[in-house]
């Protein structure tokens, strides 16, 4: 009996966080949203460029954490980018896939032990752009040297899971132009950062009861709100390197959202000191809009 109370419990618990997929974004308000960005003008010639997908194995539950599945669907999405070269590594790039590599984008869970960082620091140095997307800000240890690589960094500390309303902090950055200042998602922030918050460039926050996240770890009766980073963007001062971190991503339909398309696009456009409009159409691109 005791057991079956256990298994009530425990999928009555699974029930309960369950969250719902966001309803589809509005074809107008994309529109508009697409309208107010700089496209690039016509025939001017689009600096090729060579993007590394680089994924790894799998972890929580279904349509969550899918690292495989976002590699084997981005991968042609880009590819459908003009000028555009799309490579793949999984679990980790072998050093001969670092060469020609103009920006690195990874969405996996790693250690970021010394090794990976110096493979990091180096892409960096020679002006390689680097984005990681959710789980991907999560470091195993020394999360100083990797907050100096990615601005900050994440000890599997606070998280929650479910409905967002994410506030732009930064209206006049590039990769915000024309989106909402507050958008809704159904994903997952994290804090707190290890870090010096003030090396990096917050694009969006989430208001969060810091001490009521769904680890419950701390403080339970503490209501204390606080706006914390769910975009940022990084400029290393011992490197080259531009660094665009997303928390976001924990979802896999918030991949198919066309405002989070339209902030990884252009984040990963920025980090590769290119224009941050070029993946624009990318955006909606096999996406499910409201008439
Ligand atoms: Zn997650």
Redesign the pocket.
């Known amino acids: 009996m005791k057991y079956r109370w256990t298994t009530l419990a425990a999928l009555l618990g699974t029930w309960l966080q369950a969250a719902e997929a966001p309803a589809p974004r509005l074809r107008s308000e994309v529109a508009a949203v697409l309208n107010r960005a700089q496209q690039p003008e016509p025939g001017a010639p689009l600096r090729p460029l060579h993007i590394l997908l680089v994924a790894g194995p799998k972890d ?1 539950g279904p349509g ?2 899918d690292y495989p599945a976002w590699q084997k669907q981005w991968t042609p999405l880009l590819a459908r980018a003009a000028n555009v070269k799309v490579s793949t590594a999984f679990p980790w790039p072998r050093p001969e896939q670092w060469d020609g590599v103009d920006l690195a984008v990874f969405y996996l869970k790693t250690k970021w032990d010394a090794g990976q960082l110096a493979e990091i620091k180096r892409f960096q140095d020679r002006g390689g752009g680097v984005v990681t997307i ?2 991907a800000i999560g470091c195993d240890r020394d999360w100083p040297s990797h907050a100096q690589r990615f601005g900050l960094s994440y000890r599997s500390a606070s ?1 929650r899971h479910g409905p967002v309303d994410l506030k732009l902090t930064a209206l006049d950055h590039p990769v915000v132009l024309g989106l909402p200042p507050s958008m809704h998602f159904v994903d ?1 922030p994290y804090w707190p950062f290890i870090g010096d918050a003030s090396r990096v460039t917050v694009l969006a926050t989430s208001a969060e009861k810091i001490y009521r996240g769904d680890d419950r770890r701390r403080n339970p009766g503490d209501e204390t709100v606080e706006a914390v980073p769910v975009f940022w963007t990084y400029e290393p001062a011992d490197s080259q390197g531009r660094v665009f971190v997303s928390i976001f991503g ?1 979802y896999m339909w918030t991949f198919d959202d066309p405002y989070f398309r339209l902030l990884l696009l252009r984040g990963m456009a920025w980090a590769a000191r290119d224009r941050p409009y070029r993946f624009d159409r990318l955006a909606v691109d096999g996406v499910e809009l409201a008439d």
């Open positions: 929580h969550e954490h959710h789980w998280y997952e924990h």
